[in-house]
DNA sequence: AATTCGGGGCG
DNA sequence: CGCCCAGAATT
């Protein structure tokens, strides 16, 4: 690739981006605040996911004083839906970080930026393009795709070592004083244009010297190989319908403090062992059939809470397919048996070992510890769901199963 | 270097 | 239904 096809790329780019491009709301400042929140959300967001959040968030917290000392449950509520919690987590966190260490201003130096929870190459780059207009590399996937077509790059985009060789590629194509417009442009560029499927080589503002393109292999770059696909996962989770005070509530708990969903709320539901999956394969047969799975879901309750719950029936499958795993989740009804009653129904057997369990552990009904709780839909709005439970939640709820 | 972290949109 | 997305933290 020759020197003028590299200037050409950098010129060209930046023109085709300062002639006309989309009108986001992180764009309408450069304040290194807004232009942080963006960047966070962005990350593997799609632009129209997350200009809504985006609006909310920045309503709420709109400095970065507030939202270093918003509740961290009202900064989760506010992130609810829109995924990868822990971004919402670290972002807080790195407002807080900002507080301590720079009096509350995002610093203009890479190093400090880089620092910051939840920032990684390609964020530092960004904000420190963008918001300060430093000379420094952005590099996601867009960048990646576009750069790997232009030049025909024949490295796989899904090995880390990758990115750091497009990132010394991008450093060096950032036009004089043009940082951030240009990293934008090349984002843009692969936002609109340069699409994963079928790119637009004909209005592309580069394509006279784009090396995929003039070898009529546009399509077939970049290479990334395939991710491993979502492991299945059987799961059985419960409605359960209060009574007396609780009565018109469900039963939610609260996840740890790490790992898949840290911090959400949910309803209960447990992994379904291996062997008794093929009981899940029983369409709408009778909870009767299923009395293995009813009784699973009664002993764990009991063994959290000291409830006693009566599953009665199947209420939905749902699925959902994070990254890594596919949970397939068949969700019961059910209600509560008063302490010390008899046990009637299918569940019977299953519903006195767990009721001997918890009268064993000299729990009471009443005592419902953390991290469980009733709720009503009058406030669903103070807690937060990942989309799927919302889901169920909203459903049962709306169509009054 | 590989895995763990959501969720939605699109052909 | 497979693929991708304005990635970072953890191991």
């Given at each position: 690739?020759?020197?003028?096809?590299?200037?050409?790329?950098?010129?060209?780019?930046?023109?085709?981006?300062?002639?006309?491009?989309?009108?986001?709301?992180?764009?309408?400042?450069?304040?290194?605040?807004?232009?942080?929140?963006?960047?966070?959300?962005?990350?593997?967001?799609?632009?129209?996911?997350?200009?809504?959040?985006?609006?909310?968030?920045?309503?709420?917290?709109?400095?970065?004083?507030?939202?270093?000392?918003?509740?961290?449950?009202?900064?989760?509520?506010?992130?609810?839906?829109?995924?990868?919690?822990?971004?919402?987590?670290?972002?807080?966190?790195?407002?807080?970080?900002?507080?301590?260490?720079?009096?509350?201003?995002?610093?203009?130096?890479?190093?400090?930026?880089?620092?910051?929870?939840?920032?990684?190459?390609?964020?530092?780059?960004?904000?420190?393009?963008?918001?300060?207009?430093?000379?420094?590399?952005?590099?996601?996937?867009?960048?990646?795709?576009?750069?790997?077509?232009?030049?025909?790059?024949?490295?796989?985009?899904?090995?880390?070592?990758?990115?750091?060789?497009?990132?010394?590629?991008?450093?060096?194509?950032?036009?004089?004083?043009?940082?951030?417009?240009?990293?934008?442009?090349?984002?843009?560029?692969?936002?609109?244009?340069?699409?994963?499927?079928?790119?637009?080589?004909?209005?592309?503002?580069?394509?006279?010297?784009?090396?995929?393109?003039?070898?009529?292999?546009?399509?077939?770059?970049?290479i990334k190989s395939k991710?491993?696909?979502?492991?299945?996962?059987?799961?059985?989770?419960?409605?359960?319908?209060?009574?007396?005070?609780?009565?018109?509530?469900?039963?939610?708990?609260?996840?740890?403090?790490?790992?898949?969903?840290?911090?959400?709320?949910?309803?209960?539901?447990?992994?379904?062992?291996?062997?008794?999956?093929?009981?899940?394969?029983?369409?709408?047969?009778?909870?009767?059939?299923?009395?293995?799975?009813?009784?699973?879901?009664?002993?764990?309750?009991?063994?959290?809470?000291?409830?006693?719950?009566?599953?009665?029936?199947?209420?939905?499958?749902?699925?959902?397919?994070?990254?890594?795993?596919?949970?397939?989740?068949?969700?019961?009804?059910?209600?509560?048996?008063?302490?010390?009653?008899?046990?009637?129904?299918?569940?019977?057997?299953?519903?006195?070992?767990?009721?001997?369990?918890?009268?064993?552990?000299?729990?009471?009904?009443?005592?419902?510890?953390e991290p469980y709780r009733?709720?009503?839909?009058?406030?669903?709005?103070?807690?937060?769901?990942?989309?799927?439970?919302?889901?169920?939640?909203?459903?049962?709820?709306?169509?009054?199963?």
């Amino acid at each position: 690739m020759t020197a003028e096809a590299k200037q050409h790329f950098s010129r060209e780019l930046l023109h085709w981006y300062r002639r006309g491009n989309r009108d986001l709301p992180w764009r309408k400042s450069r304040d290194p605040y807004r232009i942080w929140v963006s960047e966070i959300m962005l990350q593997q967001t799609r632009v129209d996911t997350v200009i809504p959040y985006y609006e909310r968030f920045m309503a709420k917290f709109p400095s970065v004083q507030a939202l270093a000392e918003a509740p961290e449950p009202e900064v989760l509520k506010c992130w609810e839906g829109l995924g990868y919690y822990s971004r919402a987590r670290n972002l807080q966190a790195g407002a807080r970080q900002v507080m301590e260490l720079h009096q509350g201003q995002v610093p203009d130096d890479k190093t400090a930026v880089a620092a910051l929870k939840g920032v990684g190459p390609y964020t530092s780059g960004a904000i420190m393009s963008i918001a300060f207009n430093r000379p420094e590399p952005a590099v996601d996937g867009n960048v990646m795709r576009v750069l790997s077509r232009y030049f025909a790059l024949e490295d796989d985009i899904a090995k880390p070592a990758t990115r750091v060789k497009i990132e010394k590629l991008a450093a060096e194509l950032i036009p004089e004083g043009a940082a951030g417009d240009f990293n934008q442009a090349l984002m843009e560029l692969g936002a609109l244009v340069c699409t994963p499927k079928s790119p637009s080589c004909l209005p592309c503002p580069v394509m006279e010297h784009c090396e995929a393109r003039m070898e009529g292999r546009e399509t077939e770059l970049p290479i990334k190989s395939k991710a491993k696909p979502p492991r299945p996962e059987a799961r059985i989770g419960v409605i359960i319908e209060g009574s007396g005070e609780h009565q018109g509530k469900v039963l939610v708990r609260q996840r740890p403090a790490t790992g898949l969903l840290a911090q959400m709320w949910e309803l209960p539901h447990l992994l379904v062992p291996k062997e008794l999956e093929p009981l899940l394969r029983f369409g709408d047969e009778q909870l009767t059939e299923q009395a293995p799975l009813g009784g699973l879901l009664t002993e764990a309750v009991a063994g959290d809470t000291g409830l006693l719950i009566r599953p009665q029936r199947q209420l939905m499958d749902a699925d959902h397919i994070f990254s890594h795993i596919h949970w397939k989740m068949r969700v019961y009804k059910a209600d509560l048996g008063a302490i010390n009653a008899e046990p009637v129904g299918p569940m019977a057997q299953m519903a006195a070992e767990a009721a001997a369990v918890y009268t064993a552990a000299g729990k009471q009904q009443a005592e419902l510890r953390e991290p469980y709780r009733w709720i009503g839909p009058e406030h669903m709005d103070e807690l937060a769901f990942p989309n799927l439970f919302l889901k169920i939640l909203r459903d049962y709820w709306n169509q009054d199963l």
